[in-house]
């Protein structure tokens, strides 16, 4: 069974600083891996998807990595804003576009 | 641009009372996926539907069941509500016809308080 875990659960940076999330997952067959964004009572926002055969994506400020041999991503925040604070969510894509998720990483950017 | 609908926003139910939740997904968008986040915890994968056909299970109780209709909107029906149901019921949609599908648009979920 696909377990995915996310470090650290919470970030508290000050704005303009750099930050990179950490997610591992357990089982390398994985179709894709895709970073979300949570806000409080609001959905889930895709940020960034990534094939099973690329190794990074990025848009904008962000830039996501892929390890699929040691089950590792990364998510790099350049230059963070306090509109940046939110959950972030790493999710591992399987057979039937089915995700399992990580419990997440708190971050608050402070002005 | 539309996005995924979910509807309500909020619902409050007693125990084993029944509740139905309503998904409305992006327009000629045909996959709806059904996630549960309990608090603090991560979304778990409930159901898919795939042109009105169930497509995959995931950890749904025998409790819930739902359905995609014709017009590609999704209802999850509870029935015997247990306290442990309290969470937040989230959709998604994606299109198999576009190329993207396995990029996921989420609706804003609905918060299900169980009494």
């Known amino acids: 069974k696909q377990e995915v875990t996310q470090i650290p659960a919470a970030l508290s940076v000050p704005e303009g600083e750099n930050l990179v999330l950490n997610c591992s997952f357990t089982?390398?067959?994985?179709?894709?891996l895709q970073w979300f964004r949570q806000d409080p009572g609001k959905g889930l926002t895709s940020l960034l998807l990534?094939?099973?055969?690329?190794r990074e994506q990025t848009s904008g400020r962000l830039n996501a990595s892929l390890d699929k041999s040691s089950g590792r991503s990364t998510l790099y925040i350049a230059a963070s804003q306090p509109g940046d604070s939110a959950t972030y969510l790493c999710?591992?894509?399987?057979?039937?576009?089915?995700?399992?998720f990580g419990t997440g990483t708190q971050l608050k950017v402070e002005l | 641009a539309a996005g995924v609908i979910q509807s309500p926003r909020h619902l409050i139910k007693e125990k084993r009372e029944t509740a139905t939740l309503k998904c409305y997904p992006i327009?000629?968008?045909?996959?709806v996926y059904w996630y549960q986040q309990g608090p603090g915890q991560d979304p778990q994968f409930l159901i898919s539907?795939?042109?009105?056909?169930?497509?995959d299970k995931g950890s749904i109780p025998d409790r819930f069941s739902a359905q995609q209709f014709s017009d590609y909107h999704s209802e999850l029906n509870m029935s015997s509500l247990e306290l442990g149901d309290s969470a937040l019921y989230f959709c998604?949609?994606?299109?198999?016809?576009?190329?993207?599908?396995?990029?996921?648009?989420f609706g804003s979920g609905t918060q299900l308080s169980v009494l």
């Open positions: 327009p000629r968008h045909d996959t």
């Open positions: 089982d390398s067959a994985i179709y894709n």
């Open positions: 990534i094939q099973s055969s690329q």
């Open positions: 998604a949609s994606s299109s198999r016809l576009t190329g993207a599908y396995e990029k996921l648009f």
């Open positions: 999710a591992v894509g399987g057979g039937g576009n089915k995700l399992t």
């Open positions: 539907f795939y042109e009105k056909m169930q497509s």
